[in-house]
C-alpha cells in the first residue's frame, strides 16, 4: 500500500521535528535543532532495516519515493515565493555581506573536502 | 473570468502545481534551446522562479513573492517549509550510513567552521561600512549567517531595528546567491560527492540556498547537504549572540 511508505515518511518526519524541538527548547534556544537531520537518520535507519527484515514492498516504496521526486518542483515553489525584493533593497552593505560570504564559503569547499586526503 | 479566478483561488495548491509544472517547462526548454542542456534546467526554473518572486514583489509590494497574488497562494503551501522538509527527508531514503559516517568529521567541522567564517566576513564588512558598535557589527554578522540568526541575535542583543532588517536582507542575498550560484561553480569547486556536499551544506548552512543548490546540481547529493545544514542555523543561534558576541566586545 502506497499510504504504508507516505506514512513511514511522516512518523520520521514527525518525530525528527519533535526531538529537533526538544534540543532546541533544551539549549534554550528558539530553533529546531537538526530536526530535519534526526529525522533523515530514522529513515535511513527504517530503509536499511525494512529492506534485511520486513521488506517494506515496491509499492509502499513509491510513497517515499514520489515525495523525493517532487523535491526538486517543491524547491521551484519555494524560491517563487522568496522576498527577492527584500533581499536587493537592504542596500549595498547587505549585497556586499551576502557576496563576500558566499564568494569565500564557496572557496574553503574543496579546501576542507581534500582534508583527509593529504 | 471571475469564475475562473474563483476555481483557481478555491483550489491554490492545485494552481500551484499547474504553475510550478508549466515554469518547469519553459525552464527546460530554454536549457535545451539556448544553452543545448549544458545549464541545467532545474538551475533555469529556480532562476525564473526568482525573477517572478521579484516582479511580483516589485508591484505588490509584498514579502512572500508570487504567493500574494490570490491565485498564486498555493505556491507558498508547495513551497512552504511543511512540505520542503517533508521532501529534504524523503531524499534520505537510499543515501548511505556509510558515506554520512566516513565524511561525518569534515561535516561537523565545516559546520562550526562556517557558522563562525560567515559571522567574521559578515562583521568585516559592517565595519567598513562605518558600524562601530559591537550590538550592530554582531547583529550584521549574525545576519550573514543565516537569515534565522540574525534577527535571533539582533534582538537577544537589544539591536535597532533597522539594523536587524538589515541583517535580514544580507541573509536573504546570501540564501539567493547560493540558490543561483552554486550549478555554476559546483564543478569548480569539486561539489560532485557526498563528503563535498555536507562540506557544502555546513559553510553555507542556509536550508533554502543549499536544497536549491543541490537540487540543480545532482538530487543525489541533496541528503548530504541537508544533513549538515539542519544544524547550522542552530549552531548559529547558540553561538552567535552568546560567544561570538563577546570576542566583538572585546574590541570594540
Request: aromatic residues 12%; charged residues 10%.
Amino acid at each position: 500500500m502506497v499510504i504504508y511508505g507516505i506514512a513511514l515518511l511522516g512518523i520520521c518526519t514527525l518525530a525528527g521535528l519533535f526531538f529537533g524541538e526538544l534540543l532546541g527548547s533544551l539549549f534554550g534556544i528558539n530553533a529546531n535543532v537538526g530536526g530535519i537531520g534526526i529525522a533523515m537518520f530514522l529513515l535511513m535507519y527504517f530503509s536499511s532495516s525494512l529492506n534485511t527484515r520486513f521488506k517494506i514492498g515496491d509499492v509502499s516504496e513509491k510513497g517515499i519515493t514520489f515525495w523525493s521526486m517532487i523535491y526538486i518542483p517543491i524547491v521551484v515553489a519555494m524560491a517563487a515565493k522568496q522576498n527577492v525584493v527584500g533581499a536587493l533593497d537592504g542596500g549595498l552593505m547587505a549585497l556586499m555581506a551576502g557576496i563576500v560570504v558566499v564568494s569565500v564559503s564557496f572557496m574553503f569547499i574543496p579546501i576542507i573536502s581534500n582534508f583527509k586526503k593529504r | 473570468m471571475d469564475i475562473i479566478q474563483e476555481v483557481l483561488v478555491k483550489n491554490n495548491l492545485i494552481t500551484a502545481f499547474v504553475f510550478v509544472g508549466l515554469t518547469v517547462y519553459m525552464a527546460y526548454l530554454i536549457s535545451d534551446k539556448f544553452t543545448q542542456g549544458r545549464f541545467h534546467g532545474s538551475a533555469i526554473a529556480i532562476i525564473l522562479a526568482l525573477l517572478f518572486a521579484y516582479f511580483v514583489g516589485v508591484s505588490t509590494n509584498g514579502e512572500k513573492g508570487v504567493a500574494d497574488i490570490a491565485i498564486l497562494s498555493g505556491v507558498g503551501i508547495l513551497g512552504g517549509s511543511m512540505l520542503r522538509d517533508f521532501a529534504i527527508v524523503a531524499t534520505a531514503y537510499g543515501a548511505k550510513f556509510s558515506d554520512l559516517r566516513s565524511s561525518g568529521a569534515a561535516g561537523v567541522f565545516s559546520l562550526f567552521f562556517g557558522v563562525i567564517l560567515s559571522f567574521l566576513l559578515g562583521a568585516m564588512v559592517a565595519i567598513a561600512f562605518g558600524y562601530k558598535d559591537p550590538v550592530s557589527i554582531s547583529t550584521i554578522g549574525a545576519g550573514t549567517v543565516t537569515f534565522v540568526v540574525g534577527p535571533v541575535t539582533g534582538s537577544a542583543i537589544g539591536a535597532t531595528s533597522d539594523v536587524i532588517a538589515l541583517s535580514i536582507a544580507a541573509g536573504l542575498v546570501k540564501s539567493i546567491l547560493v540558490m543561483t550560484i552554486t550549478p555554476i561553480v559546483a564543478k569548480k569547486i569539486g561539489l560532485d560527492n557526498p563528503k563535498s556536499a555536507m562540506v557544502f551544506g555546513g559553510l553555507m548552512g542556509t536550508n533554502s540556498g543549499v536544497a536549491a543548490g543541490l537540487a540543480a546540481v545532482d538530487p543525489k547529493l541533496v541528503p548530504y547537504g541537508a544533513m549538515t545544514a539542519t544544524f547550522y542555523t542552530a549552531v548559529g543561534c547558540l553561538i552567535v549572540p552568546s560567544l561570538l558576541f563577546f570576542l566583538v566586545g572585546l574590541f570594540f
